[in-house]
């Protein structure tokens, strides 16, 4: 047995999905956050419990030849990046493992995916940062990113995953509120300002600008406006939003442009869409390239006759790459302004053969899938597929489902309920969110013949 605080030696055995290290000490598990497969560690016991222990890494004593320094100062501090410690490749497999084996103690499935697709420069990936801001000893306005397990702000003035243009505009915000005396929100006394900085990107390096406000009004709201835009040829839609609420949900329900319009155009495999601060866009471009192009190609050779269903549709974006190939496309989404972006992102590429549906996938499935409807594409939120959906798509004997998931274990608990009816064809992983450990997994499964 260990006890909290003892300091112990350890052979880390493996890696969990949260890329911590896994030891054992007699027949307990102890997990140590920093420590790599393979490695000898030294580390401090913190938590015990009856089925397993959590350790502080003290000092590596026989590393890992995976084992690089980090890159990135604030690594140990900031919660964001948890395998900057890890060569890239190392990292990958990692992500594969971790995966193989939530499919199997989640789903109860043997199948075992072996691609994972990586980036060739894994760095300034993303094109949208959104940070909170926090207030400094000296009362100076920061954005950060919160520290592992609290809501304390790292100041942060860059991060390997964001480019320099974001790096620059969010300094020069923080700078300029700082100049203005607009403060930061303060979520325990509930006062201040700004609570949220949130810059998308796109293809050509324009910038859209989101301040998340507490109250509707920012000091020097003006001046503010005019220092960016004036600085910035290339910030081209500043929009202010207002969230009253005392939660973690970043975005409140009302805004108000305050400079150009709320939107941004991007571009994905060719086409064009608009999306406004509220709607939700894949963040990584060239890896979300390669996750639509492997929807295309697991279409099969029948696709020009195909009616396809794309199910959580978002702006439309799968919707749209499919409708170049398929017949016709369905897309169904809850969010009414996604709608809205997803009809005017096919008039603005000239489609005609997609149609979009605002409301609850499990609502309107139903309706849908008596519409000869071939395959379904599926790209659910974290929490996975309602049961019901599921059931539908079962009793209607739909042939084939492209799922698109970004959490394993709800990929894994709804594929364990498929798995009865439907075999695994096809497993990929694209690594959409780098040095994480998040990932991108495309399934396709066909009806039992
Ligand atoms: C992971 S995103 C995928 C969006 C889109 N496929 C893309 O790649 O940009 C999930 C989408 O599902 C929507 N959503 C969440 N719950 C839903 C539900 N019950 N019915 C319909 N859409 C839902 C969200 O608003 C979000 O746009």
Not at 42 to 62: C, G, H
Not at 287 to 310: C, F, P, R, W
Not at 341 to 356: E, P, W, Y
């Amino acid at each position: 047995m260990v006890n909290v605080k003892q300091i112990v030696q350890l052979n880390i055995i493996g890696q969990n999905y949260e890329s911590l290290g896994v030891a054992k000490v007699d027949d307990l598990v102890v997990f140590v956050e920093g420590a790599i497969t393979g490695e000898t560690v030294k580390a401090r016991i913190t938590k015990v419990t009856k089925s397993y222990a959590v350790a502080k890494l003290l000092e590596v004593i026989k590393p890992s030849p995976n084992r690089i320094k980090p890159l990135c100062p604030y690594f140990v501090l900031c919660g964001g990046c948890s395998l900057l410690h890890m060569n890239y490749e190392a990292g990958l497999n990692l992500k594969l493992a971790a995966f193989n084996e939530t499919l199997k103690k989640i789903g109860k499935i043997d199948y075992l995916a072996n691609k994972i697709y990586g980036m060739e420069n894994p760095s300034a990936y993303r094109n949208k940062i959104q940070m909170p801001a926090g207030t400094t000893d000296k009362g100076k306005l920061v954005f950060g990113y919160y520290q592992k397990d609290s809501h304390d702000v790292v100041a942060i003035e860059e991060c390997l995953t964001q480019s320099d243009n974001v790096t620059k505009v969010i300094n020069f915000v923080k700078n300029v509120c700082n100049e203005l005396k607009i403060t930061s929100y303060n979520e325990i006394e509930k006062t201040g300002e700004i609570r949220h900085i949130l810059v998308r990107e796109n293809n050509k390096g324009e910038l859209m600008i989101v301040l998340v406000t507490y109250k509707e009004k920012i000091t020097n709201e003006e001046a503010l406006v005019s220092k960016i835009v004036n600085k910035f040829s290339n910030v081209i839609s500043i929009v202010k939003n207002i969230n009253t609420m005392h939660n973690n949900v970043i975005l409140g329900a009302n805004s108000i442009c305050l400079y150009g319009k709320d939107e941004i155009v991007d571009e994905i495999l060719g086409l064009k869409f608009k999306i406004s601060h509220k709607s939700f866009f894949q963040i990584n471009r060239s890896q979300t390239e390669k996750l639509y192009s492997l929807v295309l190609d697991n279409l099969g050779s029948d696709a020009s006759n195909m009616n396809v269903i794309d199910a959580y549709c978002g702006v439309g974006s799968i919707s749209l790459s499919l409708a170049k190939r398929v017949k016709h496309v369905y897309g169904i989404e809850i969010v009414e302004e996604a709608i809205k972006d997803a009809k005017n992102n096919a008039v603005l590429n000239n489609i005609t053969n997609a149609s979009f549906y605002v409301g609850k996938v499990e609502d309107l499935i139903d309706d849908f899938i008596d519409k000869n409807v071939d395959c379904i594409v599926v790209d659910p939120p974290r929490k996975g597929i309602e049961e019901k959906v599921l059931r539908s798509i079962i009793n209607a004997n739909i042939k084939k489902i492209i799922y698109v998931s970004c959490n394993p274990a709800t990929l894994a608990r709804d594929i364990g309920i498929l798995k009865e009816y439907y075999d695994i064809k096809d497993i990929s992983l694209v690594d959409m969110f780098c040095m994480t450990n998040g990932v991108e997994v495309l399934t396709v499964i066909t009806y039992k013949s």
